[in-house]
């Protein structure tokens, strides 16, 4: 598996991957994803992406955050997400960032998987999950 910036060409399968989390809207329309392409990451197997993630540096500079992480429904259980916070990890450590935040909806049940990845968990505010990781 190979982690790499996104391109153009990738859209239609980043909306495809972002839509199988359900209707998420503006991460599945392709005119916002162009504007935010610069933050996105594909993972790819044998050329086919299986997985995406989106990283934003926060307001404090040396904090990214993990806006979108979802892997291709086929492709789950697989270790692809735990490779993308891996690569998040080393992304935010290479650009001098000192800690990796993620938020996540309760409706996901990924409370479990950002724990075993290391991110300490923030608390619940409505339905969201909220952790963070320092570096």
């Known amino acids: 598996m190979e982690i790499v910036s996104a391109t153009l060409a990738n859209i239609p399968e980043i909306m ?68 993308l916070v891996e690569f998040a990890k080393e992304h935010t450590e290479k650009k001098k960032g000192k800690r990796l935040t993620v938020e996540s909806h309760t409706i996901y049940e990924a409370k479990e998987f950002y724990e075993k990845c290391g991110f300490t968990p923030m608390g619940e505010v409505a339905d969201t999950y909220r952790f963070e990781m320092e570096l």
């Not at 993972?43 to 989106?54: D, R």
């Open 16 to 83: 495809k991957i972002n839509r199988s989390l359900g209707d998420l809207g503006e991460y599945c329309d392709p005119d916002i994803l162009e504007r935010r392409l610069p933050n996105y990451f594909v993972a790819k197997i044998k050329n086919k992406a299986v997985g995406a993630i989106q990283l934003v540096r926060g307001f404090a500079r040396s904090t990214f955050n993990i806006n979108t992480l979802a892997v291709a429904h086929e492709s789950q259980r697989k270790g692809i997400g735990r490779n």
